[in-house]
C-alpha cells in the first residue's frame, strides 16, 4: 500500500496493535495489525506507511494484514486529516480547511516556525499553540520511526526513543551510537556505530561493551560483577584480544561503572537504586523516623493482642505476638515463615492493634493476585505495587502510615526503589514472606537480603498449625525449604499429601492427560513456558482434548484460562485466573470466581490457557491441588519446587525424573547465586 489516512480505529489492544480503517488516494481499506507490527495503537488523521498481504474473512470481507507499519509526515492535503484530528483537538474540519486554503502548502513551514504570525491570524493564537505541539510532537515520533526503519530497528522502539530523544535523536546517535544499548541490542547498535564509522578501540565502543555486559546481567538478576569477569566479557563483546581491561578502566573513569567493596563493580543505575534502598531501610538517616508505638510499654501492647484473641476466639502464638509488636513499633521490619505457620492471622491481629492505636495502614503485593488474597485473608482493602504508585503520583500521602507488603520475596530492585522515593520519610513498612519462594523476575534481591540482615527487625513463624499439619504439605515444604528431600510415596489417586510419579519427559504428557482423568480439580504448574514439559506444549494438548465445545478463536466453553495484563478498566489483574463461561458474537464470557467479565475479540490476546501456568504465574495463589510436572533444567531449582509446593493448600503430584528432583532441592536455590551490591 501507499502512504495512508487512518479515518477509524474499530478495535485496540492495550499491548499495541489495532483493526482500523483507512483512505488512500479515495480508496478505503480494512486493516489488522498486530503488537509486533504497530507498537501502538494509531489515531484518526494519521500517515502511515503500511504494507501486508490482504486476506478474505468471511464476515468483513477483504482485510490488509499488516507486515509493516511505518508512521509517516502528511504529504499535501494529507495534513488537513491531521488538523481536524484528535490530536488537534478544537481545530476541526472548518478551521482546518480554513488554513489549507489560507496558506496551501506552506501550512507546513508554518507549523514549523513559531514565529511565523499565519497561524495565528487564521485560528487564533490559542489553536495556534494546540497546532504546533501537536506538529512538534508528531514530528519527532515520525522522524523516530522513519529512523528506526532506515536503520533496520524495530519501529516498537520508537516510541521510547522519540520520547527521550526527541528531534535530537539522529544526532544523539551518531553522536554515540552505544546509547541504543537501552533500548536495543548489542548487534543493533553496533550496526548503527558501522553506519557513523566509530572505530574498533574508540572509547564509545569500550563503555558501550561495558554497558552491553551489564544489561545482561540485569536481564539474568544479577546487579554487580565480579572485575576479572566483566573484563571478560566485555573482551569478547568487543572481540579484541586484551580490550577488556581498558574498556572496564574507561567505564570507571567515565562513571559508568562503580565500586562496592571487594572487587565489585555495579552499573552506575543499579547502585543508585542499591545504594537508596540501603539508606532507607537498613541504614535511616538517625532520628529520621520514630516507631508507631513508641509511648506504648510492651504490657499495654500484649493487653491489644488480648483484645484479638478473645474477639477471634484463638490465641496467637508467641512468636505471633512478638511479630505485631514489631510492627507497631520498628520503622521497618520483615515478617517471614512458611505455608501454614500463620502469617495471615498475625496480620489480621496487626489490623486490630493498628484500629485501636489509631495507625492508618495501607497493604499492597506485587501481583495482583497476591493482592486480592490479601484483601479476602484480612478483610481490608489491598492493592497492587503499580496501583498505589498512581495513587501516590497523583497526591496520595503515606506520612506515618504503615505500609505492608505481602509476597514481598517478588519485590525486585527497581519496584523497591520506586516505592520508597514515592513514600514519605515517616512511611513505616513490614515485609511480608517467605524466603525460599522464587527471588524476583526483575534483578537485584531486597526482600531475600533484609531476611539475611541482622540489621532489620525480623519475626519467623515456624509453628505449623494443626489444620494445615494435617495435610501433609507443610512438612514436605519444610523439608525442601532446608535443602532436604521430603519422603513422596506413590501416588495412590486423590487425597492428600505429597506423591511422586516416576516417569520419562518423554512420558509427562500423556500421564498429565490420564491423571486429569483421574483426579478432580486440579493446577497443573510448570516451570517452563517452552518444551516438552512447557505451558504451551501442555495447553495446546490439553486443548485439542478437552476443548470441544463452542469456540472463538484459540479458545472453547468451559476452559481454563490466565489473564495475562493487569487492566484497571476491567478490574482484571496480570495471573488472574478464569474459566470460560460462554462463546458470544462479541467475544467470551469469562468467569474470573468475583466477577464476570465479557472480551471482545481484541481483548482476547490478553488471554492464555491455564490447564497449565508457570510457578512464578502461579505467586500469590492458592489451589486445592498442584501438579508439578518437572526435568532438569537451568531455573528448575530448590525455591522454585518450593514454590509450587507451598501452593497447594491439600495435595501435591510430582511426575518426572525422581533423581533429578533430589539433585535440584539439594542444591543451592539460584537466588544464593545472584551476584548483587554488599548493601545487605
Not at 519427559?505 to 504448574?525: N, V
Request: proline content about 6%; some cysteine; overall charge neutral.
Amino acid at each position: 500500500m501507499k502512504p495512508c489516512i487512518v479515518t477509524r480505529v474499530l478495535a485496540a489492544s492495550p499491548r499495541g496493535g489495532a483493526i482500523f480503517r483507512v483512505e488512500t488516494e479515495g480508496t478505503f481499506h480494512r486493516v489488522v495489525a498486530s503488537g509486533a507490527v504497530m507498537p501502538r495503537v494509531p489515531v484518526e488523521g494519521e500517515c502511515w506507511w503500511i504494507s501486508g498481504t490482504i486476506r478474505r474473512h468471511p464476515e468483513h470481507g477483504p482485510q490488509v494484514h499488516a507486515e509493516k507499519a511505518v508512521l509517516m509526515h502528511p504529504t499535501g492535503k494529507m495534513l488537513l486529516a491531521f488538523l481536524k484530528g484528535p490530536r488537534c483537538p478544537g481545530i476541526g474540519a472548518q478551521k482546518a480547511a480554513k488554513l489549507w486554503n489560507s496558506l496551501g502548502m506552506a501550512l507546513y513551514a508554518a507549523l514549523g516556525d513559531p514565529a511565523d504570525p499565519r497561524l495565528e491570524d487564521c485560528i487564533g493564537p490559542d489553536l495556534a499553540g494546540v497546532a504546533r505541539e501537536a506538529w512538534r510532537c508528531y514530528a519527532d515520533e515520525t522522524a523516530a520511526f522513519e529512523w528506526c526503519d532506515r536503520n533496520g530497528l524495530p519501529v516498537r522502539l520508537a516510541q521510547r526513543l522519540s520520547a527521550i530523544y526527541g528531534a535530537g535523536l539522529s544526532a544523539k546517535m551518531e553522536e554515540n551510537p552505544y546509547r541504543l544499548l537501552a533500548f536495543a541490542n548489542w548487534d543493533s547498535a553496533e550496526r548503527v556505530a558501522a553506519a557513523v564509522g566509530v572505530p574498533a578501540l574508540d572509547p564509545r565502543r569500550l563503555v558501550g561493551a561495558v554497558e552491553e555486559v551489564l544489561y545482561r546481567r540485569l536481564d539474568q538478576g544479577h546487579t554487580a560483577v565480579r572485575r576479572a569477569e566483566l573484563e571478560r566479557l566485555a573482551e569478547r563483546r568487543l572481540n579484541h584480544g586484551g580490550a577488556g581491561v581498558g574498556a572496564v578502566a574507561e567505564a570507571l573513569d567515565q562513571g559508568a561503572l562503580v565500586p562496592d567493596g571487594g572487587d565489585l563493580l555495579l552499573g552506575a543505575g543499579a547502585a543508585v537504586m542499591e545504594r537508596f534502598v540501603a539508606r532507607r531501610l537498613i541504614a535511616p538517616e538517625p532520628g529520621a523516623q520514630m516507631p508507631l508505638a513508641s509511648t506504648l510499654s510492651a504490657a499495654e501492647i500484649n493487653d491489644i493482642v488480648d483484645g484479638f484473641d478473645a474477639a477471634s476466639a484463638q490465641r496467637l502464638t508467641p512468636s505471633q505476638r512478638q511479630a505485631v509488636a514489631m510492627a507497631i513499633s520498628a520503622p521497618v521490619s520483615v515478617l517471614t515463615g512458611g505455608a501454614g505457620t500463620g502469617k495471615t492471622t498475625t496480620l489480621r491481629a496487626l489490623f486490630h492493634a493498628a484500629d485501636a492505636l489509631a495507625i492508618p495502614v495501607v497493604q499492597a503485593a506485587v501481583a495482583g493476585l497476591a493482592a486480592r488474597r490479601m484483601e479476602e485473608a484480612t478483610g481490608r482493602p489491598a492493592s497492587t505495587l503499580l496501583s498505589l504508585f498512581a495513587r501516590l503520583r497523583g497526591g496520595a500521602s503515606l506520612e506515618d502510615t504503615l505500609v505492608i507488603i505481602d509476597e514481598a520475596s517478588m519485590l525486585d530492585l527497581p519496584l523497591a526503589y520506586t516505592l520508597l522515593r514515592l513514600c514519605a520519610p515517616t512511611t513505616r513498612f513490614l515485609f511480608v514472606g517467605d524466603a525460599a519462594q522464587l527471588p524476583p523476575i526483575g534483578f537485584g534481591l531486597v526482600f531475600h537480603r533484609l531476611a539475611r540482615s541482622a540489621e532489620v527487625p525480623q519475626v519467623m513463624l515456624a509453628t505449623i498449625h494443626r489444620q494445615a499439619s494435617a495435610t501433609g504439605i507443610p512438612a514436605a515444604s519444610a523439608a525442601i525449604r532446608s535443602g532436604d528431600v521430603p519422603e513422596m510415596g506413590q501416588f495412590g489417586g486423590e487425597g492428600t499429601g505429597v506423591s511422586f510419579i516416576d516417569c520419562r519427559t518423554g512420558d509427562i504428557l500423556q500421564r498429565l492427560l490420564d491423571l486429569s482423568a483421574a483426579i478432580g480439580d486440579a493446577q497443573i504448574l510448570s516451570p517452563l513456558r517452552r518444551g516438552p514439559i512447557g505451558t504451551a506444549t501442555i495447553n495446546a494438548a490439553f486443548s485439542a482434548v478437552h476443548g470441544s465445545g463452542p469456540r472463538s478463536g484459540r479458545f472453547a466453553a468451559g476452559e481454563p484460562v490466565i489473564w495475562t495484563v493487569n487492566d484497571y478498566d476491567l478490574g482484571l489483574m496480570n495471573g488472574s485466573l478464569g474459566r470460560v463461561a460462554a462463546v458470544s458474537g462479541h467475544g467470551l464470557d469469562v468467569d474470573f470466581g468475583t466477577f464476570a467479565a465479557s472480551l471482545s475479540a481484541d481483548r482476547m490476546e490478553n488471554l492464555d490457557h491455564a490447564y497449565a501456568i508457570t510457578v512464578h504465574k502461579s505467586q500469590g495463589s492458592q489451589f486445592e491441588r498442584v501438579i508439578l510436572p518437572f526435568e532438569a533444567s537451568r531455573i528448575a531449582d530448590r525455591a522454585l519446587i518450593y514454590t509450587a509446593v507451598t501452593r497447594a493448600r491439600r495435595q501435591v503430584i510430582v511426575l518426572g525424573d525422581r533423581a533429578a528432583f533430589a539433585d535440584a532441592i539439594k542444591a543451592p536455590p539460584r537466588d544464593q547465586l545472584r551476584e548483587c551490591g554488599a548493601w545487605g
